[in-house]
């Protein structure tokens, strides 16, 4: 599996993903209405342009995982991570959240997720995702936000502070 960037032409195909991955949820959710379901391909447009979007394609070239994530002051909003219900229980979901954590530079991350759909929200939970707020936006629909602090920081993330690592730890030897 490889994942690559998704490009402006990948956004209706993106938006039709969407659809099929949210639809049955949302279907046994009672929430015909739901944002995931009615968003015009103009905003879908204007969302890609805000975002970094990641994208998992099969061999006959059809997108069946994304996600996308937006870094502002060193925070990390991670949302849409999607995948095609027949391509789903795979690994895919779990290997692109993982990729837009590590290819965004960030020190704090979050996200919303409804809290009646348990296999995304216990996922978040094992992933080191907490709960820190909660809203009802409808009959048995409740969005929890669920954020990640990191304290450290990686050398593959900050090649520039190298040398100034490598200089810690010779302190810290002598």
Not at 30 to 56: I, M, N, Q
Not at 103 to 124: I, K, N, S
Request: proline residues 6%.
């Amino acid at each position: 599996m490889k994942i690559e960037l998704a490009t402006i032409q990948d956004v209706p195909a993106l938006l039709d993903l969407q659809r099929k991955a949210f639809g049955p949820l949302c279907e046994e959710l009672g929430w015909k209405d739901a944002p995931l379901l009615t968003e015009s391909l103009d905003h879908a447009y204007e969302d890609f342009a805000r975002c970094t979007t990641l994208k998992v394609q099969n061999r006959d070239g059809l997108i069946i995982g994304s996600v996308h994530g937006n870094v502002t002051d060193g925070s990390l909003y991670i949302g849409r991570l999607m995948v095609l219900p027949e391509y789903q229980q795979q690994g895919i979901g779990k290997q692109l959240f993982r990729e837009i954590q590590s290819c965004l530079p960030h020190r704090h991350a979050w996200l919303c997720t409804c809290q009646q759909v348990r296999p995304p929200f216990e996922f978040y939970l094992r992933e080191g995702f907490k709960p820190y707020k909660s809203e009802i936006v409808g009959p048995s629909l409740t969005w929890v936000y669920m954020e990640k602090a990191y304290s450290y920081i990686t050398l593959r993330d900050k090649p520039e502070l190298k040398d100034e690592a490598a200089e810690s730890v010779k302190n810290v030897r002598t």
